[in-house]
């Protein structure tokens, strides 16, 4: 029997009713709304540590709690309670909402101090803390659905907050659509499981599971992964997030470290027993997460906008996360401890972007960056530490989740291990490329913004919250890698040394030697590429790769050709179905009508005589009835 707390509902209510508060007031809410909104976060995230202690004074097995709030759907067999539950998995995820979102919060009052709507911004803000919280926090399948629209509403609302800008609503509105297209995954997942277990919740499914056949549990987790897919902008749903990078930078750190594209990589594991028991899903998810993994990389080598740059490296890490997944129950344990890491890392990279573009005067393209570490120390610094972080050097964050993701595909063994550990070293040598590219581009370099002002360090507000982060950066991967901290702590959620004692194909140390390896190849390759001085205009005359890579590897092309033109077809044959055959009806109708009607009005022509005319005939039709009746 789970323990109840009656803290889990102040979690989600707090946000929430301060976005109401903040909307409904109104302009009258300007002066103090950002405040507001900075202490709700804060206070979720004191609510959060206070439970996590609280759960540390428990043994493991009695940990879990729950909150039921009322009975939602009572309907014949289907009974779903608004119900919350906060266990090893949840509390990873409410603590980096919270504690990542509060310092969002804190550097936003700075950076957003200029813009007439900040009230609303912040209420944006709470409005998708209060759903990425119901997400991960819902006790079922419909629950956790209430929380993905509400994150996918939030997010539309803060990537198109500029609006007044018609390619920021255009961005907001393809992230929306790529958005329902994994909503409709998950809505069919849930009818699946319905369908066949005749409940909705994690236990009650995760009880029946052997009852199940294998084609059963492997449409559930095909639609899972669908799902997956939009939210954490996986192949083929991708394409949204370059696009989604114009919304201001706090949103970009909020939704692309913390919060929403981890959304992805939370169901897979929270479905961890779905997966399990269906192995040709949990190899589509290997394969999905390997192809995403190198999709994101060869797409950050190309990209001048720096905010670009880094949205095509948190689709390639999502990837090492989902590829993670679909390793079995200990690289669930692998996948949550890089999200972890990877909420710091990337996190105050965003930030430290955004320190970048307000010395900047809001430029984006690195080109017309170059020399800028002199003039912003301690950006530079702290971008640094996210830098080596995310390239996986050795004793920072990255090197212990990314390195134990890399081991884990090598050994998954047979050829599937060979080819999975490949991709992944890979992915760290390209990703220390387009990293260290970054890096110099932006912060070595001939100076090349031309006769602007020499950009000047960001205030206290900004760099606080970066310089939290980065220390996150450097300390959390080992914290959590300790002793096998983390992996310990999901014991009882996804059970992943059920299979950790396997026989290793390459030991750690081989391993992490391997991809130290590929890391200095990738950082040497871009130093002798980058190091001269550089044109403050992206070079023509390139290789094809490249090309392809400016342009997303072409995936708006293909989303078009593959799923909008034809749409537009059918759309356009249906309508002309509806007007000549649904309409025509109606209009058929219509005319009948009309026409009938003119003909019986030439019948009312206002003479007696053709009155008494038709009742004779009237009266000798009757006569005729009767007659032939009774005859």
């Known amino acids: 029997m ?26 009258r809410a300007n002066s103090w709304g950002h405040v507001m909104a900075c202490i709700v976060s804060a206070s979720t995230f004191t609510i959060g540590l206070v439970e996590f202690f609280a759960m540390q004074s428990r043994s493991a097995e009695n940990r879990a709690v729950t909150q039921k709030l009322f009975t939602w ?43 007439l709507d900040r009230r609303r911004f912040f209420a944006y803000l709470n409005l ?79 009880e029946q599971t052997e009852l199940a056949s294998t084609t059963q549990l492997t449409a559930i987790g095909l639609m899972l992964l669908l799902a997956a897919c939009g939210k954490s902008a996986q192949f083929p749903l991708q394409s949204w997030l370059g696009d989604a990078m114009a919304g201001p930078t706090p949103v ?34 290997v394969i999905v997460g390997g192809i995403t993994l190198l999709f994101g990389a060869i797409i950050g080598t190309a990209k001048d906008d720096i905010k670009k740059a880094l949205a095509a490296s948190t689709m390639s890490q999502i990837g090492y996360m989902i590829l993670a997944t679909g390793l079995g129950p200990i690289g669930y344990a692998f996948a949550i401890m890089h999200l972890l890491t990877h909420g710091f890392f990337k996190a105050s990279m965003f930030l430290g972007a955004g320190s970048v573009m307000h010395g900047m005067k809001d430029e984006v393209n690195m080109r017309r960056y170059g020399g800028i570490g002199k003039f912003m120390p301690i950006t530079a610094l702290t971008f640094g530490l996210g830098y080596l972080a ?74 606080i919250p970066i310089g939290l982060l980065s220390v996150g950066s450097v300390v959390s991967g080992f914290f959590l890698a300790r002793g096998e901290a983390l992996v310990h702590w999901l014991e009882p959620v996804v059970n992943p040394l059920k299979e950790h004692h396997s026989e290793e194909f390459l030991s750690p140390i081989i391993v992490s030697l391997m991809t130290l390896t590929a890391v200095i190849i990738g950082i040497s390759i871009a130093v002798n590429k980058y190091r001269s001085a550089q044109a403050d205009l992206a070079p023509e005359k390139v290789f094809i790769l490249t090309t392809a890579a400016r342009k997303d590897l072409f995936q708006d092309s293909i989303n078009e050709a593959a799923f909008m033109r034809p749409g537009q077809s059918l759309v356009g044959r249906l309508l002309k179905i509806d007007y000549l055959v649904i309409d025509g009806l109606v209009r058929a109708v219509g005319s009948v009508s009309l026409t ?11 003479y007696v005589r053709s009155y008494a005319l038709m009742m004779v005939i009237g009266a000798l039709a009757l006569i005729a009835v009767i007659w032939s009746v009774t005859a």
């Open 2 to 27: 789970l323990q109840t707390s009656e803290n889990l509902a102040w979690l989600i209510a707090l946000p929430l009713f301060s976005s109401a508060i903040l909307l409904l007031i109104g302009k």
């Open 73 to 115: 759907i009572s309907v014949g067999s289907l009974n779903v309670d608004a119900a919350l539950l906060l266990d090893q998995l949840s509390i990873c995820f409410v603590l980096l909402i919270t504690g990542v979102g509060t310092l969002i919060h804190i550097y936003s009052i700075a950076y957003m101090s200029h813009d």
């Open 128 to 206: 998708f803390i209060a759903a990425m919280l119901l997400l991960v926090l819902g006790d079922s399948y419909l629950n956790l659905y209430v929380g993905w629209e509400g994150v996918g509403l939030a997010s539309y609302l803060l990537i198109g907050f500029w609006n007044q800008k018609p390619a920021y609503a255009t961005a907001a509105k393809k992230a929306f659509v790529a958005n329902r297209v994994g909503d409709v995954g998950l809505s069919l997942a849930i009818m699946i499981a319905f369908a066949t277990f005749g409940d909705v919740s994690f236990s009650g499914i995760k």
């Open 252 to 285: 970009s750190a909020l939704i692309h470290a913390a919060t929403m594209v981890t959304a992805g990589v939370y169901l897979i594991t929270r479905s961890n027993f779905i997966f399990d028991a269906a192995p040709t899903a949990q190899l589509m998810v």
């Open 390 to 463: 995310i390239i996986g050097v050795p004793p920072f964050a990255g090197f212990y989740s990314k390195d134990k993701i890399i081991e884990t595909a090598f050994n998954a063994g047979g050829s599937k291990g060979l080819i999975l550990g490949i991709t992944t070293l890979l992915g760290a040598m390209i990703t220390a490329f387009y990293m260290t590219r970054v890096v110099i581009l932006t912060f070595f370099g001939n100076e090349r913004w031309g006769h602007k002002d020499e950009p000047a360090e960001s205030p206290a507000l900004m760099l």
């Open 596 to 606: 009938a009607g003119d003909k019986l009005r030439t019948l009312q022509n206002g």
